[in-house]
C-alpha cells in the first residue's frame, strides 16, 4: 500500500520491492541525462524540447502498460514552463489528466502531517523533543520515549506496520487504535535515535498524537489547519469521492491497465491518505516560501537534516549546486514525484496514475531538464513469451547466501526486512486462462508474476526488479540473481 520512495541512503523499501504494497514507490532506475547547461533555468520552449521526448518515450515497446498516464508540472515562481497531461484521468470516461485533477499522493503526504506537528509546537500545544507516552500514556513502554522528532524524521526504530498486513486488510476500514494495535507492542529495530528506516508506523503515532492533543479526527484537523489556511482548495485527506476532477488508478496485469488494487485510506492514515492537484502542491510550494503558515524558523527544521538525507517529512539534498527538499509517494494506483528547489522558487509535480511508472524518476527527469540537462528517452526490453520448458527448470526453492544478506545489511536493510525475502520460490503459473508466467513468491512477500526478457532473465518492471538465473546445459538451474536499484542479492537453488 505505501510503496516508498526510490533508495536513498538506505535500502528501506525492498520489501516493497519484492511484491508488498505501500504508500510510496519500488526502486526504478533513475532517468539518465545529458548535460547542456550549467544549472540555471531554462525557458519553456527549451524544457519542452527536452522533457517531452523523454515522458513520451514511455511504453513506445510494451504499450499502455508502461506508459505514462498522469500529468507533469514544472513551475517558477508564478510561470508554469511546463504542463502537460498524458493518457487518461478516468479510462472509463476518456478524460485527459490536468493541473487540477485530484489524485493520491502517497507518502507525499507527510510533508502536511509534519507541518501540523509544527503548527501545533507553535502553539505550544507539542515539543518536538517530548517522548510519545507525553501525549499518549497508554503507549507501551517498548516505544514510549521515542521522541516527535525520532517519529518525524524515521529515526525512531518503530517496525513497519505494512509487514502484518495480508491482501484483504488493506480494503478494510480501520480506527487509529487498530492501526497502532499492529505495531506497537512489538521489538524496535533500533534504539531510538541511533540508526535510520523509513517507517510509516512513525506517521501513524503522529496522526494519533495529532487526534489526541486536539480533541479532533486527523483529516479535520489537516483541513482547518493546514490546507485551508494555505488556500489548497483541492487538497483532502481520504479519496476525494466528490471532487470533479478526479483521477482513478490502474495497476498493468499481462501488458494491459486494469484497476488498482482496493484500499480504504483510512489504512494509510496520516502516513499517506492525502489526495491532492498539480496546482495545489505548487500552492503548496510558495506557501513553504512564506510565513502564511509556519514561522522561518519552524521552515528551515522542516527541511533541516535529521539524519541520512531526511527531514521532517522531506527529503534533503542538492540538484547541480542547489539544495532540494523532495519527496516521492506510491499508492495502489497512483505514483507520485515532487520536488523543489526554493532558492530558485521551482517546483516540480509528476503524478501517474499508471501505479508501474514512477512520478519520481519523472520528477527527477524534469527538474534535471529545467536545469538544462537533456533527459535520456526510456529504451524498453521486448518481452517475450514464456519458454516453458526452460521455467520447469528455474522452478523451485532459492536461499539467499551469506555474502548477499552481509550486503543487503550493510546498506541498512533490517533485520526483519531480510527475513522475508531470505527464502523465494520460483513457480509457474498457468491458471485463470492468462498466458502462462514464471511467479516469485519471498517467503513473506506477496506472490508476484514474471516478465520474461529471455530463457534466463525475468523482471518485475513495475519495480525495478530483475531475476537473473543460472541455467547449467542440463538440469536444474543452481542459482538466481535478484537486482534492484544498488542492491545484488544472490539465492542458491535448494536441493
Known amino acids: 500500500m505505501l510503496t516508498e520512495p526510490a533508495v536513498r541512503a538506505t535500502v528501506a523499501a525492498l520489501v516493497v520491492a519484492l511484491g508488498a504494497l505501500a504508500c510510496g514507490g519500488g526502486v526504478p532506475p533513475a532517468a539518465t541525462t545529458t548535460s547542456t547547461g550549467d544549472g540555471a533555468v531554462v525557458d519553456a520552449a527549451a524544457l519542452d524540447a527536452a522533457l517531452t521526448p523523454y ?39 476518456g478524460e485527459l489528466p490536468g493541473p487540477d485533477t485530484s489524485f493520491r499522493i502517497g507518502s507525499t503526504s507527510k510533508q502536511f502531517t509534519a507541518a501540523a506537528i509544527l503548527v501545533l509546537v507553535q502553539d505550544g500545544v507539542l515539543e518536538l523533543e517530548a517522548p510519545v507516552s507525553r501525549y499518549l500514556p497508554e503507549y507501551p513502554a517498548v516505544g514510549a520515549d521515542i521522541t516527535l522528532l525520532q517519529l518525524l524524521s524515521h529515526t525512531g526504530g518503530l517496525p513497519e506496520y505494512l509487514q502484518a498486513f495480508a491482501p484483504e486488510d488493506f480494503a478494510r476500514p480501520h480506527t487509529t487504535a487498530e492501526l497502532l494495535a499492529t505495531f506497537w507492542e512489538l521489538p524496535l529495530d533500533f534504539a531510538p535515535g541511533t540508526a535510520w528506516s523509513y517507517s510509516n508506523s512513525g506517521y501513524l503515532v503522529l496522526g494519533a498524537i495529532i487526534e489526541r492533543v ?46 488498482a488494487l482496493p484500499i480504504d485510506m ?22 513553504l516560501q512564506t510565513d502564511v503558515l509556519l514561522s522561518a524558523a519552524s521552515r528551515q527544521r522542516l527541511t533541516t537534516e535529521v539524519r541520512d538525507g531526511y ?13 532540494t527538499v523532495d519527496h516521492g509517494g506510491n499508492i495502489p494506483g497512483f505514483n507520485t514525484g515532487y520536488a523543489r528547489i526554493p532558492e530558485l522558487d521551482l517546483v516540480v509535480v509528476a503524478w501517474s496514475n499508471n501505479e508501474a511508472v514512477s512520478g519520481e524518476v519523472i520528477a527527477d527527469a524534469a527538474l534535471a531538464a529545467a536545469l538544462g540537462e537533456t533527459p535520456t528517452p526510456v529504451v524498453e526490453r521486448a518481452v517475450v513469451a514464456l519458454d516453458l520448458a526452460a521455467a520447469a527448470r528455474l522452478a523451485g526453492t532459492y536461499v539467499l547466501d551469506e555474502a548477499s544478506r552481509a550486503a543487503a545489511t550493510k546498506l541498512g536493510v533490517s533485520a526483519e526486512t531480510i527475513t522475508t525475502i531470505e527464502r523465494i520460490v520460483f513457480a509457474i503459473d498457468d491458471a485463470d486462462g492468462a498466458p502462462p508466467a514464471l511467479t516469485m513468491k519471498p517467503i513473506g512477500q506477496d506472490l508476484v508474476r514474471l516478465a ?44
Open 311 to 323: 527531514a521532517l517529512g522531506w527529503f534533503v539534498g542538492t540538484t547541480k549546486g542547489h539544495a
Open 214 to 259: 486536539t480533541g479532533t479526527p486527523y483529516a479535520e484537523v489537516m483541513r482547518t489547519r493546514v490546507f485551508t489556511p494555505a488556500g489548497l482548495t483541492d487538497t483532502t485527506v481520504g479519496d476525494a469521492e466528490a471532487a470533479l476532477d478526479r483521477a482513478i488508478g490502474y495497476r498493468p496485469v499481462d501488458g494491459a491497465l486494469v484497476p
Open 266 to 287: 483510512s489504512v494509510p492514515f496520516a502516513a499517506g491518505a492525502v489526495r491532492s492537484t498539480a496546482n495545489d502542491l505548487a500552492r503548496w510550494h510558495h506557501v
Open 452 to 495: 520474461a526478457l529471455n530463457a534466463t532473465t525475468y523482471e518485475l518492471d513495475e519495480m525495478g526488479v530483475e531475476v537473473r538465473f543460472e541455467l547449467p546445459a542440463d538440469g536444474a538451474a543452481t542459482a538466481a540473481t535478484v537486482l534492484q536499484g544498488p542492491l545484488t542479492l544472490r539465492y542458491q537453488r535448494q536441493p
Open 55 to 93: 515522458l513520451e518515450s514511455y511504453g513506445q515497446v510494451r504499450g499502455e502498460a508502461a506508459a505514462l498516464s498522469g500529468y507533469v508540472l514544472v513551475r517558477k515562481g508564478d510561470r508554469t514552463l511546463y504542463g502537460r497531461g498524458f493518457g487518461r484521468s478516468d479510462r472509463a470516461r
